[in-house]
């Protein structure tokens, strides 16, 4: 299967008020064409900073060490701000956490598509407006060339979820980068939501990078799946080997704590994921490791490369 998008060997750190702190270790990760990929992991774990860093939306004191991101032989991380303008929106399209704080309220819906449309598209204003509409129609939005006229407040959080997701297929975009897109939404919504990105990415083959907490959704929704710890990949597989067989403590806590129809009580992973500024010895879980061993706050694990297909960073699994 062809790759669209490879990140390779990334490290990124963060420089605060305290010093320099490392936020992403050495993450490597592959995009299928036409597949999706979640990164799962807690909050701070590094996969919203991942996803950023493809969409060059990375905070100002964010420095990128080492590392590439190759989109069509090109390397992102090379690109001026101009040259990537060219594929922000209408090559790697991006649907936000939060749609109520994601549209301006000053603006018509269809001024804040059309103008998306009119930055990344050489078309007529009135080409511009019908691709708008079709937009809106593509995401099921009824009465579409009515609702082109109202303003953000007049609809519903789902349906400015909707909105977003029409905003960033307009320029049929070949990688979708979703960052939580339904966490602000009630479950009933976050559910149809889920389903229209999933029937979009179907019909038009676009690779997904799903950003979850939530590996119940990833079950649902994912082809691939990474997950994080502390800015660390500690395991990658398709979805369907990462729940028949987990093996990173991590991941296996994570997946005892998704509510299921016969689970009489659900596991927490006990503490709490340790902050950036934070330096662990060893493997960086081990204080929260139920399987911790002698050599496990010593030597930190090396991700294996045994299987390729599914590597994990843990001292069990060598
Ligand atoms: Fe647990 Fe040790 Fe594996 Fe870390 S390396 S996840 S502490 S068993």
Redesign the pocket.
Known sequence: MQNILEIKGLNISFRLEDGVFKALYNVNLSLERGKILGIVGESGCGKSVTAMSVLKLLASNAVIESGEIIYHGQNLLELSEKEFQQVRGSKIAFIPQDPLNSLNPLYTVGDQIIETIKFHRKVSAKEARRLAINALKDVKIPEAENRLKEYPHQFSGGMSQRVLIAMALSCNPEIIIADEPTTALDVTVQAQVLELIKEIQRHRNTSVIFITHDLGVVAEFCDYVAVMYAGRI?EYSDVRTIFKNPL???TRGLLESLPAENKKELKVIKGQPPSITESIP?????P??????E???KE??ELTAEVAAHPV?????R
């Open positions: 500690v990173h403590p991590y060893g493997c960086v879980f081990h929260r490791c139920p399987h911790r061993m050599i496990c706050d930190p694990p960073n843990c001292h069990l699994c």
